[in-house]
């Protein structure tokens, strides 16, 4: 079982930034891969970010890109997402989830991770 905490959400205006915090704890010696995702009012769960365990390789939905910045504390097994200028198009529950594999390789299906975190609204007022 792995667990994954997240924390960092609130309300923001446009232009402005937010980090969020994903703590993996738990059995993670099998995890491969950590990513965001999110999902917009009445929209389905979209991808956002994701970079492997090792923290090595990231990639990006093609709508944060060169906004948004995911990072890993490999000490502290801790995903961050670091948000700047922010649109009112980002509003979403956010999500971290982790995926379990035997190699460490980037995929972007949200029906291929294995475990989630609760969630954390993020704002963006015009």
């Known amino acids: 079982q792995v667990q994954l905490v997240e924390s960092g959400g609130g309300l923001v205006q446009a232009g402005g930034s937010l980090r969020l915090s994903c703590a993996a704890s738990?059995?993670?010696?099998?995890?491969?891969?950590l990513a965001w995702f999110r999902q917009p009012p009445g929209k389905e769960r979209e991808f956002v970010a994701t970079v492997t365990w090792s923290g090595d390789s990231t990639y990006y939905a093609d709508s944060v890109k060169g906004r948004f910045t995911i990072s890993k504390d490999n000490a502290s097994n801790t995903v961050y997402l670091q948000m700047n200028s922010l649109e009112r198009e980002d509003t979403a529950v956010y999500y971290c989830?982790?995926?379990?594999?035997?190699?460490?390789?980037?995929?972007?299906?949200?029906?291929?991770?294995?475990?989630w975190g609760q969630g954390t609204q993020v704002t963006v007022s015009s």
């Open positions: 738990g059995r993670t010696f099998k995890l491969c891969q």
């Open positions: 989830a982790a995926r379990s594999a035997a190699t460490q390789s980037l995929v972007f299906s949200r029906w291929r991770f294995d475990s």
